[in-house]
């Protein structure tokens, strides 16, 4: 948990194109990892990255998961995979991050109020945000999908109806709306669009189940609804 891996990286997308993009993040990067390889490989770009599961690319430090136990291994993790981001000096960097991630600040609204704490948490995830821009490097930023309150294949299963399944978010606030918002030289990826009308989202779109569990895209899912958007971006950096 503490350890990081001292490995070379390595390549996917067009390992041979003139640009290079880097992804970031948490489990949610993993998840659209196949639709921005495609779309990467598609457009001639080279693509690389570093993942680890419920550690944010805010600049704070947050607690274990479901825990409020100090987690410094988070901090090291990314601080060591943005320096290694930087001295690559790609063309784009792609963040996605659980909004989930972001809540784990290892400050409590008790003590701070939910207003005050969710002020630090984007002035963080824009202190990280910065180190990339301030080094020329184009930012594009993955929308936090919106958690079912169940895993969507098992209701499926158990429901044998997609309209059953469909569920209504619950509005809180994912901070990524707020970054890109605050930060017009984000690209923002709104990956919520393809599965949610308004507050509805939708198990299954066009024949493809959405998530693979509460909160990540399933592979079909992403290729089809998430590559386009990646596309668009990608073109947007260029």
């Not at 701070?112 to 020329?136: N, P, S, Y």
Request: proline share 4%; aromatic share 8%; hydrophobic share 40%.
């Amino acid at each position: 948990d503490e350890t990081i891996l001292d490995r070379e990286d390595c390549l996917f997308g067009d390992v041979s194109g003139d640009r290079s993009v880097v992804l970031l993040g948490d489990s949610i990067a993993s998840a659209v990892f196949p639709p921005l390889e495609k779309a990467a490989r598609d457009r001639g770009w080279q693509l690389t990255g570093w993942a680890k599961a419920a550690c944010t690319l805010g600049d704070f430090d947050v607690f274990k998961q479901n825990t409020t136990t100090p987690w410094p291994g988070c901090a090291a993790w990314r601080e060591d995979v943005l320096e290694r981001t930087l001295a690559l000096k790609p063309d784009a960097v792609v963040i996605a991050n659980s909004g989930n991630s972001h809540n784990r600040i290892s400050v409590l609204v008790d003590d701070v109020g939910k207003d005050q704490r969710d002020e630090l948490i984007q002035e963080g995830l824009a202190r990280t945000v910065e180190r990339f821009t301030d080094a020329g490097i184009r930012v594009i930023l993955v929308e936090s999908p919106h958690r079912a309150p169940y895993a969507i294949p098992e209701c499926l299963l158990d429901e044998l109806s997609i309209s059953a399944c469909t569920y209504k978010h619950r509005g809180e606030s994912n901070h990524t709306d707020e970054l890109a918002a605050r930060h017009d030289d984000i690209i923002y990826v709104e990956s919520n669009d393809v599965m949610c009308k308004g507050e509805e989202c939708f198990a299954a779109v066009d024949g493809m189940i959405t998530f693979r569990d509460f909160l990540h895209f399933t592979k079909t899912f992403g290729l089809a609804k998430l590559t386009p958007m990646f596309d668009e971006a990608l073109a947007q950096a260029e």
